[in-house]
């Protein structure tokens, strides 16, 4: 009885002198309107977790700064990262009061001093400020957010560092997720997945054990193209393919999601975060986008993780690991979904798929090629210069001249992208009598 009143009586301490510190903090950031030096004490005392946000300025990026916002003081905001949108980077930085900011486009740097005024905040520059930042000793976090595969010397430095990686950039792991893996497992750092599905899967496998998992099922909204034929395909437009149904991203990533490039990503994303054979990982359309994905257990239960569309939940998840929260994601109303529907995916219209589990049995620097040609065919796409089919097509151009070796070196993987990005340009720029991409 005497504990018990000792207990509460120091954890009503405890609390009290965290708000009054939390109520002090606030206060001083009122005055001062930015960082001081009882900041980092106060910092030191909440032992506030440091993220570093690789890609801030995109969508994923723009999403987790709210999530950060939301979540209070003991995350704190201690470098962000853009590649030319230097004027959101510095909106950024007067906001959340990051100690470095990088612009990987050189070309902004100037840009990025002049918009910063004279903001007290370390400037890094070029693709080496990324991996500077990654590997920051006080950072703890690195939430990947940029696109492509741009992202992957970060994201390994941050594995070998041994930090807690919050993963949404998907193309890393598809080019080099076996070395990504086993380079966090070896430093002592941790993978979170960020992908709505992968975290999905993430979480409805802490239901049973590994041994215990028979396979996953990756549900895929089916975007803007659900539904048509291979002829229907053929005369889209970008517009059409900017369109999608449900998620609102960035341009990249809503292209793969038209072609289900980005389901076929997502076997390969599956396959090394989760130590999965590819056989035992499946595809399902799921239009709605609320069943997030699911994991079928040996005794033939099935446990699925549900939400709304919303990529806050997902970002919130990989950061405050293990606990949960309460945050700013949307709530789910199933009465006011009424219907959820499944259906099997067509592997003849998007050649994609079959084509990710091909290339996940080839290994070596297969995924590689597929990962860079899709990259380089998209960009073109956008950029106006090729039609949608055509992305498929160079891919399946770039596989096909691909000289398949067993495994390889990260230099060889880096080789291969090379490679894949070239091929693509010089299929696309060739003279326009030979222009027509078969
Ligand atoms: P966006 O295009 O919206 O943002 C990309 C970010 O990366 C921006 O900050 C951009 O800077 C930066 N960036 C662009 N090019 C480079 C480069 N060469 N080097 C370094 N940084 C660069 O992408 P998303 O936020 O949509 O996607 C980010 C990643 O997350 C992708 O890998 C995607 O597959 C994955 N993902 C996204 C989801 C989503 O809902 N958006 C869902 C699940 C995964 P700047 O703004 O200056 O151009
Ligand atoms: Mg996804």
Wanted: aromatic share 6%; glycine share 6%; hydrophobic share 45%.
């Amino acid at each position: 009885m005497f504990l018990c009143i000792v207990f509460e009586q120091a954890s009503i301490l405890v609390l009290t002198v965290w708000w009054c510190l939390s109520y002090y903090r606030c206060l001083l950031e009122t005055i001062n309107g930015s960082i001081t030096e009882n900041d980092k004490l106060l910092e030191l005392i909440f032992v506030a977790k440091q993220i570093a946000i690789l890609g801030s300025t995109g969508s994923i990026g723009r999403n987790a700064l709210r999530v950060i916002d939301a979540l209070g003081p003991e995350y704190q905001v201690f470098a962000l990262s853009a590649h030319s949108n230097v004027e959101l980077l510095a909106e950024q930085a007067r906001r959340h009061k990051p100690r470095f900011v990088a612009v990987t486009n050189s070309e902004y740097i100037a840009q990025l001093r002049e918009f910063l005024g004279g903001l007290d905040v370390e400037i890094l520059a070029g693709p080496e400020g990324l991996t500077e930042i990654a590997e920051l000793e006080e950072v703890d976090i690195v939430l990947t957010a940029v696109v492509g595969a741009a992202g992957l010397p970060a994201v390994l430095a941050a594995a070998k560092c041994g930090k807690q990686l919050a993963i949404a950039n998907k193309e890393p792991l598809v080019v080099a997720g076996q070395l990504l893996v086993s380079e966090a497992k070896k430093n002592g750092g941790t993978i979170l997945p960020v992908d709505s599905e992968h975290s999905a899967i993430f979480q409805a496998m802490q239901s049973g054990t590994r041994e215990e998992v028979n396979k996953i099922i990756l549900t895929a909204s089916g975007g803007p193209f659900r539904g048509a034929t291979v002829e229907d395909i053929r005369n889209v437009t970008l517009e059409q393919a900017l369109a999608h149904p449900v998620w609102n991203m960035g341009p990249k990533i809503t292209v793969d999601s038209a072609t289900m490039m980005n389901k076929a990503f997502e076997i390969i994303e599956a396959r090394w975060l989760f130590d999965m054979p590819v056989d035992k990982i499946e595809v399902l359309i799921h239009p709605e986008s609320i069943v997030h994905s699911l994991v079928e257990f040996v005794d033939g239960s099935v446990i699925a993780q549900l939400g709304e569309p919303d990529m806050c939940l997902p970002i919130q998840y990989a950061l405050t690991y293990p606990q949960r929260v309460a945050g700013i994601s949307r709530r789910l109303r199933l009465e006011q979904i009424g219907n959820l529907t499944f259906e099997k995916p067509d592997f003849q219209t998007f050649r994609s798929l079959p084509l990710a589990y091909e290339v996940a049995r080839t290994d070596g620097a297969a995924a590689a090629v597929f990962n860079a040609a899709n990259e380089a065919a998209v960009e073109e796409f956008l950029a106006g210069g090729i039609e949608f089919v055509n992305i498929i097509e160079l891919i399946e151009h770039c596989l096909d001249k691909h000289n398949v070796i067993t495994s390889a070196s990260l230099e060889e993987l880096f080789e291969a992208d090379a490679w894949a990005r070239e091929e693509v340009r010089i299929k696309v720029h060739r003279s326009p009598t030979e222009k027509q991409v078969s």
